[in-house]
């Protein structure tokens, strides 16, 4: 056809049907395709002949058995070896979230999943197509070029280990276009020395994504520190960020070591970036130029090897346009950005993530053996979710708490919905740069008490003051870093208080490293 590129295909695949189907598309399309079924084989015809694209599959068999192993991830490298330029593209019948990563890291132009209709397999030959004519790809990330300079005056801080029992809580997942399109942004960023800036509504998993970034770098082995910027008062902001001398302001009795300078050597995540203030703005701008910090009160600069990943609910453009945030910052932030979908926009991850949180919450309830009927999870499945994946954990949860027996049926989803709606309004600690957050507590009130009036809800003082103590404990017990004495102390509470409230608003004690159970 006029003004199509008529490309020479390379299909290395151990499979029959998909690469026979495959290369027919291809063939009507104009293209000249060759199938080699060994990895072997594909590698040298690669190395003799021109191949304008290698379509590959990811899992191979082993000898005669049923296993399979991930060797397409061993055949970019190779492929690339010899030709760098080559565009490759990966075929699965089971994406995941690491290989997808990994995939793109190596340096896939693409990582797709086996097509299975007729439109699956257009869709994978346009994919062909677009890699056939475009320029030639970015080169894998080479580890060894990007590692940076490591700090040698501050030490490294040995990261918390990853265990088997936390592992599952933190995988992306997923298998919409649009959260697969998420994994391969995260490979293509994840061994580069940029920073990152992870935009996204309340609740869709932004430090999970960060996590994802840190885990899937060169820093993977260093520490990964949060910051949550609106959930630290302004006054205390700087010294959390970059730390103190003792007697650098009233009640410095000693010396703090900053978040940035735990962060040596690893990644540090700012999370909701957009919340800080101006003053703040420059001196972190101040730390992302010259590599420096300076603690509060103290004359000596100290280098640090940290990278920056920021993550934000706000339009940050719109935020410099009307100077609430400095432009110079934001163009620092970011050389890679990220932008999450919220849970409406991929309703088809909905019974995925719904069995998942039912799964994880049947152990901790002991209510093994629970299941959601076909008519609930398609209400779930029509729900809006302004919480997104945060509301929807909520949801199944409470789902379990409510049910009388095995059977999570389409009255108690409704049900649940119902009374859960006004809740999914009120921010929890997690949540505290929430839209009610941003508006003055009167306001608030006065919004209630029209909602109440209408007869839209109900027990308004309830409501307030459960927001009201999950945002007090919430706040001490970070503060406090996870010391529930001293964070009781604070509040003038007893120890018992203390833990009966982060146990009834799922305020889990805060500790630099530990990981929150969250699932994109």
Known sequence: ?????????????????????????????????????????????????????????LRWRVGSSTRHEPKGLDLIAQLRSTKPQLPVILMTAYPATDTTIDATKRGAYDYVTKPGTHQEMEELVETVRAAAESPQPMPAADLTLCVAPLAASLPPVKPPERTETNAGQHEIRGRSRAIQTVLKQIGRAAARPVTVLICGETGTGKELVARALHEHSDRAGGPFVIVNCVAILESLLESELFGHEQGAFTGATAQRVGRFEQANHGTIFL????????????????VLQEKTIHRVGGKESFQVDVRVIAATHRDLERAVEEKKFRRDLYYRLNDAVIRLPALRDRKEDIPALAEFFLQQHTVELGATGSAIDADAMELLQQHPWPGNVRELRNVVRKALLSARGHRIDLALIRRVLGDTKLASRVPDQSDAASPVADQPLAAYVAELLDCAERGDCESVAAVLTEWAEREIYGQAIRLAEGDQSKAAKWLGVSRPTMREKLARYNLRPFKEGARKEEVL
């Open 271 to 286: 999370d909701e970036i957009g919340d800080m203030s101006l003053s703040t703005q420059a001196k972190l701008l101040r």
């Open 1 to 57: 056809m006029e003004n199509e590129v008529v490309a020479k295909i390379l299909i290395i695949d151990d499979d029959k049907s998909v690469p026979r189907a495959l290369q027919a598309a291809l063939a009507k399309a104009g293209h000249t395709v060759e199938i080699a079924t060994e990895a072997e084989e594909g590698l040298r015809l690669a190395e003799k002949q021109d191949f304008d694209v290698v379509v590959a599959d």
